[in-house]
Every structure is written in structure tokens, then in C-alpha cells.
């Protein structure tokens, strides 16, 4: 057993206690970096990380809302090489698509699914986008 002391109030406890303090902090803060309607969103889609009978390690779940804020944040999503404009819109809508209908395999290992929800929905959007920018270019101008 390595002890540590908080420096705070005096608690004696093992380094790992201390260290998942560090962990939890983390995933904190990469939570308040979220947009706020992502929040609870973003909590609900850690679920389907979580293993059965199990708890999602900190650790981990720190990771993940700091990749997804970096991809929300980003503005746009990549899948086969191709990147996607993917406003918060787009995100909000593929996680609450998620929280109504999980996918089959849980638990995620990656936030592949969410990113492929993503893209699709981004590039439905592309084409309501070019179909609108079509019709008008074939509209007759109003004399």
C-alpha cells in the first residue's frame, strides 16, 4: 500500500484513491465542455457503454466525453474519408435516436455507432441542402 494524504482534509487513503480523484476530474470537466443540451444527452449515451452487472470505470468514461466534445466541438464528422458538416443539431438527433433505439451490441467499445448516426443524418442534410439549392436554380426567375 502506497499512502497519500489529502491536502485538503487530512483523509489517509491509498494513491489509486487520489488517483481517481484525478479521474473523476477529468471527466468533469470534459462534460461541462459539452454544449448544455448535450449533457444529459451525453450521460444517457455513456449507458450503453457500461457492461452488464458492471460500472463504467471513470477513467473511461472521462475519455469518451472528452472525444465526443472535441467531435461536436469540431463541427463535422469523417466516416470512409469523408467529412460531413455535423452541427449540434446533428448530435443532439443521433443521441436521442441512440437513447430510443440502442444499438443491438452493447456494450460500445468506441463511439463508431454514434459517429456512423452521425453521418448519415449529416448526409441526408447535404442532400435536402442540394435539392433545395436545385429547385431554386431551376425555378424561373420573378419578373
Known sequence: MLPGVCPSCGLKAELEVFAAQADIRAALAAAL???????????????LFTPAHKALAIAKAGRLL???????????VRRHGID?????????????GMAERPPENLPLRDHAYLFQTVWNLAEKAAARQEQASEDRRRRPAPS
Request: net charge positive; hydrophobic share 55%; aromatic share 6%.
Open 33 to 47: 465542455l459539452l454544449p448544455a443540451p448535450l449533457g444529459r444527452r451525453a450521460l444517457a449515451y455513456l449507458r
Open 66 to 76: 472528452a472525444d465526443l466534445q472535441a467531435a461536436v466541438a469540431s463541427g463535422q
Open 84 to 96: 460531413r458538416a455535423a452541427p449540434q443539431a446533428l448530435w443532439e438527433a443521433a443521441l436521442d
